[in-house]
């Protein structure tokens, strides 16, 4: 049988390493098609030992003979690999507060700050050196392999590497199938029974088209219908300013507002759980101090965020990674990811139609350059992954909005290769979202000098 290696780089990531891995003890053609080989990477030893030590359970189970190991050493793990799975972020929700807080202390009305806004860029500036780091190395170690990337901001960071490496990248993203789940709601078909063209930004995406798959009819005249009768209040933080853009562009956006927000100025009158994003006090705390707490991340102020107790156990990350880490072979399934069906297809040279994959547009979306990295549908198969065209162009005013953040992506690239502070100021300067100039430059130096063991170090020139 043909060997197969997927290095897993970030393998302490709970959420899409395990799901990747539980993905492959499940496949039955990796199980018995090929000799499967599978590199456990993260730069934190405990991380990583806490991984292999529940992939190793987990794969003896299953019977499955997979070939497992463990390092901290990048060469290693990369060495003749076939692909790359990638989702790495050091102290994420500690970082991304600071990226939520601090613009908005300077004035910025950004709603999120982890893939769009002035605090994104900070993201994007910590995860740049790393993930350029694995693609050079990649360079030398495995030149032919897929990089497959789950790391945010995912637009930004993909076209970082498919413009400064030869290495060929596909970024991976859920959104536009939480979109599907909310279509299928408005329209109460089910999921399955909804074909869809659709495609933008990453977190900035509409649907183009929709239809019914078995008798071919267009679907929006009656997702039109249906949505002028749902209630205005129904799943308020997930769907208001998706259902105010749909009225403003004639298509409906995915993947809610919390991500859609991001790129628009006029997002915070429709997120009702702003106020609760990482939310502490500062009379009684001083946050970002040596060993203060991380506050508690709040998605939206759905569900059952504003239900608990008085005196009930708070979730904490450190609770959640716990548990998460607890093998039971019953609660194994499938992600719904699309890493390791990319893999297979590639691999056996199938071809699958993907829902959307994150690269160089090359004319898949009109008006766009073919440089900057775009969300759309893709085929995949023994020649690689490709992007579907889109026969429906986005409205104008959406090609706008998303020219802006592609300006952004440039600047944020010629800010880290120079060093700049003016280059990171000039792309604060044109996001919808961004404070004054006063306020940018104060930001620029304080997010600098809170985040310095973390970001690359810039001056102002």
Request: glycine share 6%; net charge negative; with cysteine.
């Amino acid at each position: 049988m043909k060997k197969i290696k997927v290095a897993l780089i970030g393998a302490g990531s709970v959420s899409f390493a395990l799901g990747a891995l539980q993905d492959m003890v499940l496949s039955d053609r990796l199980k018995n098609q090929v000799n499967l080989e599978i590199a456990l990477m993260d730069i934190e030893e405990e991380n990583v030992n806490r991984t292999h030590k529940y992939a190793t359970e987990m794969f003896t189970a299953f019977s499955n003979p997979a070939k497992l190991w463990q390092t901290t050493n990048l060469e290693d793990a990369l060495k003749e690999a076939d692909f790359v799975i990638v989702a790495i972020e050091v102290e994420r929700y500690f970082y991304w507060s600071q990226d939520f807080h601090i613009p908005r202390r300077y004035g910025s009305k950004q709603i999120y700050g982890e893939n769009g806004g002035p605090g994104s860029m900070f993201h994007t500036l910590r995860n740049l050196g790393p993930m350029l780091h694995i693609a050079q190395t990649m360079e030398k170690m495995c030149p032919n392999a897929w990089f497959i990337n789950y790391t945010n901001p995912e637009a930004k960071l993909v076209e970082a590497v498919s413009k400064l490496t030869s290495i060929k990248i596909v970024g991976l993203c859920h959104g536009l199938d939480m979109g599907i789940d909310q279509l299928s709601e408005f329209l109460e078909m089910e999921v399955d029974e909804i074909g869809m063209e659709g495609g933008g930004l990453n977190h900035f995406g509409f649907f183009t088209k929709i239809w019914n798959k078995k008798t071919g009819e267009d679907l929006y005249p009656l997702f039109d219908e249906k949505e002028k009768k749902a209630n205005r209040l129904a799943q308020f933080d997930h769907v208001a300013l998706s259902r105010t853009m749909y009225q403003i562009y004639g298509y409906y956006p995915y993947p809610g507002t919390n991500h859609c927000g991001e790129y628009v100025s006029y997002a915070d009158d429709f997120y009702a759980g702003l106020s609760l994003q990482y939310r502490y006090d500062p009379m009684r705390e001083k946050l970002w101090e040596k060993d203060s707490r991380t506050p508690e991340f709040v998605y939206s102020a759905s569900g059952n965020s504003l239900d608990k107790g008085l005196f009930s156990n708070t979730q904490t990350q450190e609770l959640w990674i716990e548990q998460a880490y607890i093998f039971d072979k019953e609660t194994v399934q499938t992600s719904n990811e699309y890493a390791i069906p990319i893999i297979e297809a590639i691999f056996f040279d199938d071809e699958i139609q993907l829902n959307a994959v994150n690269m160089p547009n090359n004319g898949a979306i009109k008006g766009l350059p073919d440089d900057m990295v775009v969300e759309t549908q893709a085929i995949v198969n023994g020649s690689g992954i490709a992007l579907i065209p889109m026969t429906v162009e986005l409205p104008t005013a959406v090609i706008g909005t998303i020219h802006i953040q592609g300006t952004i992506h440039k600047l944020l690239l010629e800010a880290f290769v120079e060093k700049s502070k003016t280059k990171l100021l000039q792309a604060i300067l044109l996001d919808p979202q961004a404070p004054t100039y006063y306020q940018a430059c104060a930001m620029i130096d304080d997010m600098c000098e809170l985040q310095k063991d973390i970001l690359p170090k810039l001056e102002w020139k």
